[in-house]
Every structure is written in C-alpha cells, then in structure tokens.
C-alpha cells in the first residue's frame, strides 16, 4: 500500500507562506481540501499540488524576458 504524504496547517503555511488563520480559511472555504484526523486539520501533497495548480499565477507581459522566458 502506498504512504501518503499529508502535511500539518503550520507546515502548510511555511511551504505556501501564509499563516495559519489565512490557509484555515482557504479550508473552510473549500478551496483547500483537508482532512480531519481526530480533532486535527491535514492536508495532503496531491491537496496541496491541486491548489497550487488552481493558483498558478498567469505571466504578465512586462514581467517575461525579452526571449518570452
């Protein structure tokens, strides 16, 4: 069987640079998927990698190299 990665809301925050209340927020507005393990909040790496896919910042014109890079 395979492990899981599944990351606290404190390690949430220091990969996403965000604090607590912030990454509580994006959970309870169902825009981070977690899980409740007993009476704590987990977020798994495929969780993690969705939201930040969904996030995924589209390049402004002004801020791409003049090779398009």
Partial sequence: MEE?????IIEVC???HLCDRTV???IKDEK???LRLGNRLRVTKES??????ECEIKQHPKWTNKDGK
């Fill in 4 to 8: 899981k990665v599944v990351y606290t």
């Fill in 14 to 16: 220091k990969i996403l």
């Fill in 48 to 53: 993690l990698d969705e939201y930040l896919e």
């Fill in 24 to 26: 509580k927020n994006l």
């Fill in 32 to 34: 981070l998927k977690a």
